[in-house]
């Protein structure tokens, strides 16, 4: 593990670097944020926004918890959304979990790990809401598809919030997306489609939901496969 002298040592060369393939990189950066997308991820460090999408600094505007959760009460998460959407025009928000996500196994265990098992119990009841579709699944199954349920659950919570409801109800154009990523092999699966509209959300929860119970949790899904929203 490199100690804090060498971080600053890779940092000035990376900025070389940078500076090296595009002499107005930095200005650009300091002049504007424009991204077109807001990730909401988990904050594992195996899960970083931008290199996962190939995107480069002031493409993705990042919000990161334990188990990339959207719970409404959240005044973080919120105001980060509302940034995103208001003042930073977003076209997308992508809601981003894992597989292997720590959070989810400690929910899906019922493992104490101190105060954030109030923070986890958000887990906990997406998984005792979809008790049924996890039941008689071998453990590692369990942990996959509790991590894909979690995603939707988490994307329609976002979608429910006074924020993203104000955005659609102004004509707005933001659209809503699931997705997980493997750390295994470094792929991103997109649990299905997107929502674009109040009104297409429970529609596409559902048939989420539904797609997920129905499917093996240990085949990989590609990105661009889709037949429902969300």
């Known amino acids: 593990m490199p100690g804090l002298d ?26 504007l944020q424009a991204p077109e997308y807001l990730w909401i991820g988990c904050s594992d460090s195996r899960v970083p926004a931008n290199q996962i999408t190939g995107l480069l600094p002031g493409e993705v505007f990042v919000h990161r918890n334990v188990a990339n959760l959207v719970v409404r009460s959240d005044l973080n998460c919120l105001a980060v959304v ?26 899906l265990a019922g493992t104490r ?11 906990v009841s997406v998984r005792d809401r979809h008790a049924g579709a996890l039941e008689g699944l071998p453990d590692a199954q369990r942990w996959r598809r509790l991590c894909e349920l979690n995603v939707v659950e988490q994307a329609r919570n976002l979608c429910l919030s ?25 792929l991103i ?6 929502v674009e509209a109040a009104g297409d959300v429970d529609a596409a929860y559902d048939a989420a939901i539904a ?6 949790a240990t085949q990989p899904r590609a990105i661009g496969h889709s037949d429902s929203a969300f």
């Open 6 to 31: 060498a971080l600053l040592k890779n940092n000035r060369a990376w900025a070389a670097r940078m500076a090296e393939q595009d002499p107005l990189f930095f200005r650009r950066l300091a002049e």
């Open 211 to 216: 797609r997920i119970a129905g499917e093996d």
């Open 189 to 194: 699966r997109n649990l299905a489609g997107s």
């Open 82 to 107: 509302q940034y995103a959407v208001d003042v930073l025009h977003v076209k997308h928000i992508i809601v981003c979990g894992h597989y292997g996500c720590g959070g989810v196994r400690a929910a």
């Open 113 to 123: 790990l101190g105060l954030i098992d109030n923070w986890i119990g958000h887990v």
């Open 162 to 186: 006074s924020v993203v409801q104000d955005v659609w109800q102004r004509g707005q154009t933001v659209a809503v997306h699931a997705w997980v990523y493997d750390v295994a092999d470094g």
